[in-house]
């Protein structure tokens, strides 16, 4: 038996995948990371952004795996993770990876896509969103005119993450997206109200996949480092070349999900106590990583972003989006650079 360690030709990946992401112009730092990442890490596939910003569309740099898919923001009232969900009946049939702009790509990781022949793949969160038959969602399926007794039980998923195969899951995304535009109306942030019954896009998703008869696969924590939930190999260096035979090595992490973390290439808003605010304004130099511990994101991110031998160099867009941060000898330090 020929094994993954046994072979590298086995490394490659995607060929038959194609990765889509949604941005606007603030969030192209994080989409250039996630594209050099994985391109690095051996993906063969197409990576497609996703945007309605015209200026990403005009300043995406150019490269063969990359294209722009420019679509119409919806009518009404919505946040921009609604309005993304417009992009997706423009898609043509075959398989994508839909993955939020903070995702990272740490090692080749094909074998983790393998399953999307037979059904949806996802990652579910590592804590517990609620319980499989609680009062919410029993509030869910009346809302959206489903019997909580054709739901299963299955852990919470996070959308930032979707797998999924057009013709065959056609139905699930169109679904998705039109019940968010009937139910998110008029919703511009996320878990804004405790008396809503969807708190974001995300809420629906795990109702429509936890219908009976729809294959699902999940990516777990213990291999996707979601929203620094584990401290195990929190300091390991990057690329993953540098991380050494690692033990467990059931824990070793294929991909980074930074939920909800620092985003690094953003200026922090100074707020907070006075020594907060003095650490905010000290970032872009590299104090306040130093400072709190830069997380496996943040590194990752700088590595795959910062480097000059990406596919999307770091001359590429820094000037674009006024980011110096890498000039500093401390953010370098502070981020695994130096």
Known sequence: MVTMQQDDNNLDWGQDICIISYTDFNFMPGVYALFNSAISNRFKGEFKILTNDEVVVKTTPKHPQLSVLQFDRFDGTYSSSIHRLNALPLLTDGNYLFLDADIVFERPCGHLFAPLKEGIIVSTEPEPKYDNYDVRVYNQCEQLGLSIDDLRPYDYINCGLLGFSLPRDREVVNRWTELSCTHLTGMLKTCCDPYAVFHFQQDILNIILREQGRKLYSIPSRVLDLANFSTIFFDRPFPYPRQGDLRPADQVKFIIHGASLRRP?????????????????????GVGAWYR??????????????????????????????????????????????
């Not at 290439?265 to 000290?282: D, E, T």
């Not at 991110?301 to 000039?327: N, R, V």
Request: glycine share 6%; aromatic share 14%; hydrophobic share 40%.
């Open 265 to 285: 290439w953003l200026k922090p808003k100074i707020l907070g106590s006075l020594k907060q605010k003095l650490v905010n304004a000290l970032e872009p130099y």
């Open 293 to 338: 511990g830069a997380t496996p994101y943040e590194r990752a991110w700088a590595y795959y972003a910062c480097s000059e031998d990406m596919p999307i160099p770091l001359s590429a867009w820094a000037s674009q989006h006024g980011f110096t941060a890498h000039k500093n000898w401390l953010w370098r330090k502070a981020h695994g650079l130096a």
